[in-house]
């Protein structure tokens, strides 16, 4: 069961991530099980080789995880995480495609698979959330 009753109120919760949503992030799609969240890429977020900055493919990876984990039980923090760097994106659009892995009385774990516009493999982020309140 999911704890926000609307995309549109998930996304109204989640203004409060400015960090996230100042730098471009938006939620797309949130489903029970899963969600897609993305972000538009320009000078900003690059690094000094003109690459796009790490920080800013597992910030993307980590917001996806946060929506997910929310939805299904709220509040969820982030215990452990991991991300692994497959390539660099191309294009203009980075997506977070995350999928609920299992979910238990006081955790979550989540896999978010990251692609770019052209549905090339960024990264394989892994987090284990931990339900508050429970």
């Known amino acids: 069961m999911s704890t926000f009753n609307s995309l549109e109120e998930a996304r109204e919760y989640f203004k409060g991530d400015r960090f996230a949503t100042e730098s471009g992030m938006v ?16 000078d900003h977020h690059r690094n000094a080789n003109g690459g796009i900055m790490g920080g800013v493919i597992f910030t993307l ?11 299904i039980h709220r509040p ?5 995480v991991s991300v692994n760097f497959l390539g660099a994106p191309s294009g203009e659009k980075l997506y977070a495609k995350a999928a609920l892995r299992k979910t ?4 979550t ?7 770019d516009e052209n549905g090339r493999d960024v990264a394989q982020f892994i987090g284990t959330g931990f339900k508050l309140n429970t």
């Open 27 to 42: 939620i797309d799609d949130l489903g029970e099980k899963n969600c897609t969240c993305s972000m538009t890429l320009n």
């Open 61 to 71: 990876a980590d917001f996806a995880f946060a929506v997910l984990s929310n939805n």
């Open 76 to 80: 969820t923090v982030a215990q452990q």
């Open 104 to 107: 238990g009385r006081n955790s």
């Open 109 to 115: 774990i989540i896999n978010v698979d990251m692609v």
